[in-house]
């Protein structure tokens, strides 16, 4: 079972999720933070320990609902079923501007957004 609280995010997760915000590929980060491609996917997927200062952790909707998707593990084209949007390809635009729809579809899944009071 994996979490399901998208406030509380893995340095992994957001060091991935501050590249997508940022359009870089892993390429590219790893040039920047001077590791091998491998190294950064690892420090990505949570498999090392990391030597940097993480990003901070994003409450940006569009950005947690990528999260979910990330969580989940299915294909883009399995979600947009599953989550109503119809194609991949309006599930990504929705997941862009963190369209209501989609954070709806995700709440009914069980995923939270805001900590709890």
Same mark, same amino acid.
């Given at each position: 079972?994996?979490?399901?609280?998208?406030?509380?995010?893995?340095?992994?997760?957001?060091?991935?999720?501050?590249?997508?915000?940022?359009?870089?590929?892993?390429?590219?980060?790893?040039?920047?933070?001077?590791?091998?491609?491998?190294?950064?996917?690892?420090?990505?997927?949570?498999?090392?320990?990391?030597?940097?200062?993480?990003? /901070?952790?994003?409450?940006?909707?569009? !950005?947690?609902?990528?999260?979910?998707?990330?969580?989940?593990?299915?294909?883009?084209?399995?979600? !947009?079923?599953?989550?109503?949007?119809?194609?991949?390809?309006?599930? /990504?635009?929705?997941?862009?501007?963190?369209?209501?729809?989609?954070?709806?579809?995700?709440? !009914?899944?069980?995923?939270?957004?805001?900590?709890?009071?």
């Amino acid at each position: 079972m994996f979490n399901r609280n998208l406030t509380k995010q893995s340095t992994g997760e957001r060091f991935w999720l501050d590249r997508r915000r940022l359009s870089r590929t892993q390429a590219q980060e790893a040039k920047r933070l001077d590791v091998s491609e491998r190294r950064y996917n690892h420090i990505e997927n949570d498999k090392v320990e990391y030597e940097f200062v993480p990003p /901070l952790a994003t409450t940006e909707l569009g !950005a947690l609902c990528a999260l979910a998707r990330r969580r989940d593990g299915r294909s883009l084209r399995r979600l !947009a079923t599953m989550l109503k949007a119809g194609s991949h390809v309006t599930l /990504l635009a929705w997941e862009e501007s963190g369209d209501p729809r989609l954070v709806k579809a995700w709440k !009914a899944k069980g995923y939270r957004f805001y900590p709890r009071k």
